[in-house]
């Protein structure tokens, strides 16, 4: 039994990697502070396909699964 991640689920964490550290990071403490909505940093997670993690398609998410989900919340968080 293999418990590694998949070249697909390797790849989509280093999206969501890359994402937190270039879009989220800079400016957490501002929306931390303001309690603004980051509209734009979630139209980029959607566009990325790093929003609707594990909605279904046919209901307009992306369609996951939840380890799949999981590794974005994680390096987003």
Do not use: K
């Amino acid at each position: 039994m293999e418990f590694g991640l998949s070249d697909e689920q390797l790849a989509l964490q280093g999206t969501a990697r890359r994402f937190a550290r270039e879009q989220v990071a800079p400016i957490a403490a501002h929306h931390d502070h303001t309690a603004e909505f980051p509209r734009e940093v979630i139209r980029q997670a959607w566009e990325l396909g790093l929003a609707s993690t594990v909605i279904p398609v046919e209901h307009g998410g992306v369609g996951l699964s939840s380890l799949d989900s999981c590794l974005v919340t994680e390096e987003i968080a």
